[in-house]
Every structure is written in structure tokens, then in C-alpha cells.
T-cell receptor, first 110, second 113 residues
Framework: QKEVEQNSGPLSVPEGAIASLNCTYS??????FFWYRQYSGKSPELIMS????GDKEDGRFTAQLNKASQYVSLLIRDSQPSDSATYLC??????????FGRGTSLIVHP | DTAVSQTPKYLVTQMGNDKSIKCEQN?????MYWYKQDSKKFLKIMFS???????INETVPNRFSPKSPDKAHLNLHINSLELGDSAVYFC????????????FGPGTRLTVT
């Protein structure tokens, strides 16, 4: 059973701080890794994709991948109240079946 | 200009009824998916089609039957609805059979009474 684990939270950070979201996965054959943001009552929307080890930056967001440790993270710099949402980690394994974690709830308070 | 659309947005029905949800994408993607998100917000894949062919069929009751008339459309038909079928159903699409990011529709909230 391929698994993707996330801390359900909530993770509470003050406005302007760095929010760090973590995800581990069980399938060593995984090749594609994604972070989605889901506001309450809305559909998931893609924030970042990462395919190789290391860091990938896009604006205030940085995704980090470590395949040896089977670990992927998302850093949000200068967190804003509008970043308050559930963040879903998704992993596509060797069979290309996408598996989602249960999500981490992030609360950014003014 | 909606990329992935679903109809209806809300569906309230009684146990035992049969209902369908429709999905269309205009992104030119070759792969489409159905997901179920339960009350605990867990997003679980149900089916995936690549170029109209079923490629993923997770453990789902056979009361659920997907159908893809062409690669831009993926419908979901549910027979003999049960209380436990109440959830939000999301359609999504991607290019490259799951190797790339997915784009989600707005969801269909199904309530079975």
C-alpha cells in the first residue's frame, strides 16, 4: 500500500513568518511530487511540482525534495492570512497512480 | 474559459436512486480522473482514463461506473446510491498519464438522504 503521510495540523504561524510543511512517502519508485492548496469548499489547486532532488523556488514558495529520505517539503516565506488553507502533498509512483496525503491545515494569524 | 468543468455542482438525492456526474476539460489533456473527498477531507482516486481507456480502477464498489466518450469528457454514473456515497467528487485532468500536475474541476457535492 503506497502511502503519503502529512501532519494534519493545524500549523499556526504569525503573519510574515515562514511556514514549513512536510510530507513523507513510502514508494521508492515515486518520480513526481506536487503540492496543492485547497481552500475550504474549493477544489485543490497546484502550487508547486518537483521532480528531482534539491530545491525549487517560485515566488514565496520553495519545494524541497530528498528522494533518499523519501521526504518532500514546502516552505512558504512571508506567510499571509490568505495562505490559510489545507496543503495537500501528492506523489505519483512508478505506476503513475497519484496518491494524496491527508493534508496539513495552515492558519496564518495577523 | 473554465479549464475543467463539472455538472451538477450540488446533487441531493435519496438512497437507492441512480445519478450521473459529468466532467469536461478543454486543456487538451490525455488523462482524466475521478476522486472522492470524504468528510475528513481525504482525497482518494477512484478511476483514471488515458485517451478514453481505463488505466486506474481502484477498489470502488461496482455501483460506480465511469465512461469516457472522448478524451475531453469523463462521466461518472452511480447506481443504487447509499448514505456512504455522500461526499464531494472531483474530476481532474493531466497530461502524460499521471506524470504531470493535475487540474481539478470545482467538485460535485453529493448528499444522499
Amino acid at each position: 500500500q503506497k502511502e503519503v503521510e502529512q501532519n494534519s495540523g493545524p500549523l499556526s504561524v504569525p503573519e510574515g513568518a515562514i511556514a514549513s510543511l512536510n510530507c513523507t512517502y513510502s514508494d521508492r519508485g515515486s518520480q513526481s511530487f506536487f503540492w496543492y492548496r485547497q481552500y475550504s469548499g474549493k477544489s485543490p489547486e497546484l502550487i508547486m511540482s518537483i521532480y528531482s532532488n534539491g530545491d525549487k523556488e517560485d515566488g514565496r514558495f520553495t519545494a524541497q525534495l530528498n528522494k533518499a529520505s523519501q521526504y518532500v517539503s514546502l516552505l512558504i516565506r512571508d506567510s499571509q492570512p490568505s495562505d490559510s488553507a489545507t496543503y495537500l502533498c501528492a506523489v505519483n509512483g512508478g505506476s503513475y497512480i497519484p496518491t494524496f496525503g491527508r493534508g496539513t491545515s495552515l492558519i496564518v494569524h495577523p | 474559459d473554465t479549464a475543467v468543468s463539472q455538472t451538477p455542482k450540488y446533487l441531493v438525492t435519496q438512497m437507492g436512486n441512480d445519478k450521473s456526474i459529468k466532467c469536461e476539460q478543454n486543456l487538451g489533456h490525455d488523462t482524466m480522473y475521478w476522486y472522492k473527498q470524504d468528510s475528513k477531507k481525504f482525497l482518494k482516486i477512484m478511476f483514471s482514463y488515458n485517451n478514453k481507456e481505463l488505466i486506474i480502477n481502484e477498489t470502488v464498489p461496482n455501483r460506480f461506473s465511469p465512461k469516457s466518450p472522448d478524451k475531453a469528457h469523463l462521466n461518472l454514473h452511480i447506481n443504487s446510491l447509499e448514505l456512504g456515497d455522500s461526499a464531494v467528487y472531483f474530476c481532474a485532468s493531466s497530461q502524460g498519464q499521471g506524470r504531470r500536475e493535475q487540474y481539478f474541476g470545482p467538485g460535485t457535492r453529493l448528499t444522499v438522504t
